[in-house]
């Protein structure tokens, strides 16, 4: 598994009920633009805000809409083993990639032994050659990740199983201690500013929001890497950190909405769920402004 991951974001109508339509469209436009694969279910796509039978039904509206199964990883990580387990073992049914898994973050005093029973609980309740994860690592959300040791543990005892990481320390120190303790998975950077140094450290990509208003560009750099386009990879790549930048100056979930209600003329994309609020006219024709 390697290539650009768009953690897709997810719209909403405006009583908040999740509205298929737009998500289908905005998924096939990503995967039109380059994208190598999309993620429903990220911190991107407001995963927490959402409830089981959403998150599932959204699966389904992807797959009985003509997505590649094979190109979906949807998140599906909880704290509690039972919804997890549920979450997993639709997207495994429905044909998807991968899953991507947060660690049961609600205990932060959990020893990497506790997570990896979870882990294993799991891996072994669901029983499915099929199943691949991508463990999920972004402390400044979750408060906790899997750890070197851990990601090693799990990757020798589950090797056809556990097979990605996703990470979203923004610390390429990790970044290097994992890809040296498990080798054999694919280590995704969780953002487009570490995409060129984790490709030239051996590491198969990144998964990062701005994908989903920035996708051919990142794209670009990925392929100009890979030899697969040509081009100035140095000033693309300084593109692409420049508009990321930008967007993290604002509420990065609720200002991309904002800047694809404009791109799509759909009021609609503004609307989050509490507590997030949504960006202000101000703020996306700012954005707009700086991104042109």
Same mark, same amino acid.
């Given at each position: 598994?390697?290539?650009?991951?768009?953690?897709?974001?997810?719209?909403?109508?405006?009583?908040?009920?999740?509205?298929?339509?737009?998500?289908?469209?905005?998924?096939?436009?990503?995967?039109?633009?380059?994208?190598?694969?999309?993620?429903?279910?990220?911190?991107?796509?407001?995963?927490?805000?959402?409830?089981?039978?959403?998150?599932?039904?959204?699966?389904?509206?992807?797959?009985?809409?003509?997505?590649?199964?094979?190109?979906?990883?949807?998140?599906?990580?909880?704290?509690?083993?039972?919804?997890?387990?549920?979450?997993?073992?639709?997207?495994?049914?429905?044909?998807?990639?991968?899953?991507?898994?947060?660690?049961?973050?609600?205990?932060?005093?959990?020893?990497?032994?506790?997570?990896?029973?979870?882990?294993?609980?799991?891996?072994?309740?669901?029983?499915?050659?099929?199943?691949?994860?991508?463990?999920?690592?972004?402390?400044?959300?979750?408060?906790?990740?899997?750890?070197?040791?851990?990601?090693?543990?799990?990757?020798?005892?589950?090797?056809?199983?556990?097979?990605? %990481?996703?990470?979203? &320390? @923004?610390?390429?120190?990790?970044? !290097?201690?994992? *890809?040296? $303790?498990?080798?054999?998975?694919?280590?995704?950077?969780?953002?487009?500013?570490?995409?060129?140094?984790?490709?030239?450290?051996?590491?198969?990509?990144?998964?990062?929001?701005?994908?989903?208003?920035?996708?051919?560009?990142?794209?670009?750099? %990925?392929?100009?890497? &890979? @030899?697969?386009?040509?081009?100035? !990879?140095?000033? *693309?790549? $300084?593109?692409?950190?420049?508009?990321?930048?930008?967007?993290?100056?604002?509420?990065?979930?609720?200002?991309?909405?904002?800047?694809?209600?404009?791109?799509?003329?759909?009021?609609?994309?503004?609307?989050?769920?509490?507590?997030?609020?949504?960006?202000?006219?101000?703020?996306?024709?700012?954005?707009?402004?700086?991104?042109?």
């Amino acid at each position: 598994m390697k290539g650009i991951v768009c953690p897709v974001l997810t719209p909403f109508n405006n009583d908040l009920s999740f509205n298929g339509d737009l998500y289908l469209q905005h998924a096939r436009d990503m995967l039109d633009s380059g994208i190598h694969f999309i993620s429903p279910f990220g911190t991107t796509g407001e995963a927490l805000s959402m409830s089981v039978g959403e998150r599932m039904s959204a699966v389904d509206c992807l797959v009985d809409g003509g997505i590649e199964p094979l190109r979906i990883m949807p998140g599906a990580g909880l704290c509690n083993l039972p919804e997890t387990l549920q979450l997993v073992r639709h997207a495994v049914n429905r044909g998807c990639l991968a899953v991507m898994l947060l660690p049961p973050f609600y205990y932060k005093n959990a020893t990497d032994e506790g997570q990896f029973t979870y882990f294993a609980r799991l891996i072994d309740s669901l029983n499915s050659p099929h199943l691949r994860i991508c463990l999920y690592h972004i402390p400044p959300m979750a408060g906790m990740g899997f750890s070197p040791e851990l990601t090693k543990k799990l990757s020798v005892a589950f090797p056809e199983t556990v097979v990605a %990481y996703k990470d979203s &320390s @923004g610390q390429i120190e990790h970044t !290097l201690n994992i *890809r040296s $303790a498990a080798p054999s998975i694919s280590v995704f950077p969780g953002s487009e500013f570490y995409l060129k140094r984790g490709l030239e450290i051996g590491c198969a990509g990144c998964i990062s929001a701005t994908c989903n208003i920035n996708a051919r560009a990142i794209c670009d750099v %990925y392929d100009m890497f &890979s @030899g697969d386009r040509q081009g100035d !990879l140095e000033k *693309r790549n $300084a593109e692409i950190l420049g508009l990321r930048r930008k967007v993290d100056a604002y509420s990065p979930i609720a200002v991309m909405k904002g800047y694809l209600s404009h791109k799509w003329q759909e009021e609609r994309w503004r609307n989050v769920r509490p507590p997030l609020l949504p960006a202000t006219d101000r703020e996306i024709a700012s954005l707009l402004r700086e991104i042109g």
